[in-house]
């Protein structure tokens, strides 16, 4: 489900993810084969994390040598007919055990978090509770309270650890 990027609730999950391939500790589920540690470069030249030269590219200015040189010999190697599939290149998207409904569902903290915030002020609700997470869960199209309330709580964490640290 993508939304705009004006979206807070966006905003906030993007900043999350990529703080997690930057090696903070924002609370996103990385690969922990592939824990986000030392350099980009370093991690790519271990060889294990095939997708962090994509995360190098897009998230430095400019583009290291290293991602360059690093993407052209694959990109010739796969024209070459090295690899059957760009998995090989760059590995699953997810890691073992992660599937993408599972993802997509913890990807919507923040849409929840909101949610929940915005039903709780409007006097529909004077505390959090089952009930609030219901209707939110129920609002939004995402299953029972107990997976909106980990949603919820997911996000608020972050959110505090966000602000202690600033």
Sequence with gaps: MSKKKDDP????????????????KTGWPIDPQYPAEGSFEDR????HDKQI??????????????AVNALRDKLLRAAKGEYKT?????????????????IATEARQ???????????GHGRNSGI???LFERVGSELGIG?????SKLYYAADRAIKAAKNQA
């Design 44 to 47: 790519f030249n271990l060889g």
């Design 110 to 120: 923040y849409e929840v978090w909101f949610k929940v915030r915005e039903m709780r």
């Design 9 to 24: 609730s966006e905003r906030m999950l993007d900043e999350k993810i990529l703080g997690a391939v930057r090696g903070e």
């Design 53 to 66: 030269l994509l995360w190098a590219i897009a998230l430095c200015e400019p583009i290291p040598a290293w």
């Design 129 to 131: 509770g089952e009930a």
């Design 86 to 102: 760009w998995d090989d290149v760059f590995g699953k998207i997810f890691a073992k055990n992660r599937q993408s409904r599972g």
């Design 144 to 148: 029972t309270h107990t997976t909106v």
